[in-house]
């Protein structure tokens, strides 16, 4: 049993914060709920320098353009990202699309796409979900027909998050209709730049624009396809896995709850008396501070599990689950104790912490990233507790 | 960060699991219940012959010399089997503040006697216990309640104050349960649970009773409490892992509706809950004991282990009781006697609220 850092490891932490604290001004911080375009421009630029340093993609193989390291140093970086609210970019290449492309790649696909993600010169975004596809994911409906070398895709995905900023998107094709539904999908990247394919914007409530993508005979090389044709769910199921850790998610969290701890110990909003200083507050603090700590833990849990050479399964809906209800815990403790005042938007004099309480309330509104906390549930009674399906 | 089982401890787990699954049948725990002194003798010497009475405490005196982490691990196996008797209390607790306070002559005295199983000790605490000079001696009155395991223990460990003018902190004294004017009554509790009301009425201590300095009891009865603790928290989340583990069984088997009930969604549901707060607690309690066997602070950490096996312990209660339902509200049903230790477990060294307050924001 060790909780500890490596001194190796501890050191590369200690580089990087001095390279946040250079880098990364109060001012370009990300306010929940208010992702300009200013400020992910930034967040790009900032991957592109910690790639600069080998440090975007720290836990990557050498040979892909990575650090070398492992998940451990990929698990620090991303929870210090998350506390510095560093503007977020660049995930979905660097956690899902890129150790995808490792495990099934062709050596060309490797070559191609790896090194761009490495560097922080390439967005993603998934194609996943469909409008009539959810929970139910195998069921998908979007086709994928072979045109002598070609891919024809019809169809469309839903809730493209980073559409607007992404080159490429990672998705699922019904490649075989007659086939068993999970035995007829393949993977495929394709380029957003490809004709037929087209977006319709789709705000989110937490201010994020968002898309539905429509694909429209779009005509993609044989390139494009991910590993084994029909093999695609399993290929993405699997790669999955890799980066789930959620420690970014726990750390953006848990910075808008030590400010807000902070907040409490100072004069209240209306002039009166600290926060923290109503036995209820503090109770309810000590509740969310303890809730903090078990949701680190288990994030920790699963990095050092993907350290380890296991691949977090059920651990990693454990730490999911516990998180997405934790942040909105946190989030509805934090309106109630602000009272009239946690309805005060970013943009208001009044607001607390420059309107993150209301903004994360409205973060914490997304219970359904990677799966439900209902889908989550049953991964964790079937595939860990071995109960019946 | 590796949060791994070493080969020894995995060996610690099975062999502790494979005795204590023959050795503290339902049967056994029910027995002692009856009984009311909380005991098992036989059990006991075994466990002394195995030498859990000493894990952690140095060879010196017998003991194995584990860590907490290695005391963690047997813990969680005393928890899934209910193993009674005053192992936390004499071996975790009392005997850490002698070894901690003691002088050598005391700490020779009584803990090779502590981990063979023969000495039995225990605490004392509360503010009504006060210490008088008499003829250059001292002497104790007052009372302590809920003193654990009282009715065996040779020696009480009872931090006191004076009765006149004031110490600056408390003075942790040893007495001699056969003195004169110690009176011992069971408190009836939860499964026969055997907690003490102790009356000192004027008990002359000997000149070698004080454990440490007058007045300077405090850190070695914190650093005993919690290491206690974190030994209370392992003791919850065995018994937790076991309830979930029965109610998965139970539920794989149980047909209603023409299917098992564990295929239900409503069932899956509780029994994922109840997992995602044996996760949590686990990871928090061998944080806990790790950060006290590296000598770090942990004072913090220690404390949100118990409140939350606090929580882990209402919530095994209620879904064991939920999906064994009908046959669980009887005695013949082992449910019960999880629930009815849960509650003591969640009493015993400060509860949620208590562990929640101690928390710094």
Redesign the interface.
């Given at each position: 049993?060790?909780?500890?850092?490596t001194t190796q490891?501890s050191e590369f932490r200690e580089e990087l914060r001095d390279f946040l604290r250079a880098e990364v001004p109060q001012e370009k911080q990300e306010v929940f709920g208010l992702l300009t375009e200013e400020q992910y421009q930034f967040g790009r630029k900032i991957n592109r320098k910690l790639a600069a340093r080998n440090w975007l993609a720290v836990g990557w193989p050498q040979e892909h353009g990575g650090g070398g390291k492992g998940p451990?140093e990929q698990g620090i970086l991303a929870e210090d990202l998350g506390y510095w609210r560093v503007p977020k970019s660049g995930s979905i290449g660097l956690g899902i699309v890129g150790p995808a492309i490792m495990v099934f790649g062709t050596q060309d696909q490797k070559e191609r796409y790896l090194s761009p993600i490495a560097r922080g010169e390439v967005e993603y975004c998934q194609g996943f979900s469909e409008p009539n596809v959810g929970s139910d994911l195998a069921s998908l409906e979007l086709r994928a027909e072979r045109d002598g070398d070609e891919y024809v895709l019809n169809g469309s995905k839903m809730f493209t998050s980073y559409a607007y900023h992404a080159d490429y998107m990672y998705l699922l094709a019904r490649t075989d209709p007659q086939a068993q539904k999970h035995r007829g999908i393949s993977l495929f990247i394709a380029d957003l730049k490809t004709p037929g394919i087209s977006l319709q914007p789709l705000p989110y409530i937490n201010g994020e624009m968002a898309a539905q993508t429509f694909f429209d005979n779009v005509r993609l090389p044989l390139s494009c396809l991910i590993g084994e044709e029909n093999r695609g769910w399993y290929h993405a199921m699997t790669t999955l896995d890799y980066e789930r850790s959620g420690l970014w998610r726990y750390a953006n969290v848990r910075r808008v709850f030590d400010d807000f701890?902070e907040f409490?110990?100072g004069s209240a909003p209306d002039g009166g008396q600290p926060l923290?200083g109503h036995p209820m507050v503090?109770?309810q603090?000590?509740?969310r501070?303890?809730g903090m700590?078990?949701w680190k833990?288990?994030c920790?849990?699963v990095?050092?599990m993907q350290?380890?050479g296991a691949v977090p399964n059920?651990?990693a809906s454990?730490a999911f689950?516990?998180g997405s209800e934790e942040r909105l815990r946190f989030a509805e403790m934090a309106m109630e104790v602000l009272g009239p005042y946690a309805t005060l938007r970013h943009g208001s004099p009044l607001a607390p912490l420059l309107g993150n309480i209301e903004g994360i309330h409205r973060e914490a509104m997304h219970l359904h990233g990677a799966g439900t906390n209902?889908i989550?549930?049953?991964i964790?009674?079937?595939r860990?507790?071995?109960?019946?399906? | 960060m590796d949060f791994a089982l070493t080969q020894e401890q995995v060996i610690l787990r099975r062999s502790a699991r494979e005795f204590l699954e023959a050795e503290c049948p339902s049967s056994l725990v029910r027995a002692v219940e009856e009984s009311g002194d909380g005991h098992a003798p036989d059990l006991w010497r075994k466990m002394a012959g195995l030498g859990w009475l000493g894990i952690s405490l140095p060879e010196q005196y017998g003991g194995t010399g584990g860590s907490l982490t290695d005391q963690t691990v047997l813990f969680e196996e005393i928890g899934r089997t209910l193993t009674p008797g005053p192992l936390l209390t004499s071996s975790v607790l009392a005997a850490q503040i002698v070894l901690n306070a003691g002088s050598g002559r005391q700490k020779d005295d009584l803990l090779p006697g502590v981990v063979s199983g023969e000495v039995i000790l225990t605490l004392a605490r509360g503010e009504k216990l006060e210490t008088a000079s008499r003829d250059g001696g001292l002497t104790l009155s007052g009372e302590s309640l809920f003193v654990p395991h009282a009715g065996l223990a040779s020696h009480i460990i009872c931090a006191t104050r004076p009765a006149i003018g004031a110490w600056p902190d408390i003075t942790l004294v040893l007495v001699d349960t056969q003195a004169g004017g110690v009176i011992k009554t069971a408190m009836e509790s939860i499964a026969n649970y055997p907690q003490f009301l102790v009356e000192f009425d004027d008990v002359p201590l000997p000149g070698d009773a004080v454990l440490g300095e007058i007045a300077q009891g405090r850190p070695a009865l914190d650093r005993a409490v919690q290491r206690a603790t974190v030994a209370q928290c392992a003791e919850t989340l065995g018994r937790a892992q076991m309830v979930l583990e029965m109610v998965v069984e139970y539920a794989g088997n149980r047909v209603q509706f023409g299917r098992p009930i564990g295929t239900f969604q409503a069932v899956q549901h509780r029994c994922a809950d109840l997992k995602v707060a044996v996760d949590g607690v686990r990871m928090l309690t061998y944080q806990a004991a790790w950060r006290l066997d590296q000598g770090l602070p942990a004072g913090q950490e220690v404390s949100m282990a118990k409140a939350q096996a606090g929580t882990l312990s209402r919530m095994a209660t209620e879904a064991g009781h939920s999906i064994f339902a009908g046959i669980s509200f009887t005695v013949e049903h082992d449910m019960q006697l999880y629930s009815a230790r849960a509650k003591i477990a969640e009493a015993n060294l400060g509860d949620t609220g208590y562990h929640l307050d101690q928390l710094v924001i």
């Open positions: 049993m060790d909780f500890n850092f490891q451990i701890a409490c110990q923290a503090r109770h603090l000590a509740q501070r303890l700590e078990t833990l288990l920790w849990n990095a050092w350290s380890s059920a651990e454990v689950l516990y209902e989550h549930r049953n964790i009674a079937q860990g507790l071995g109960m019946p399906r | -």
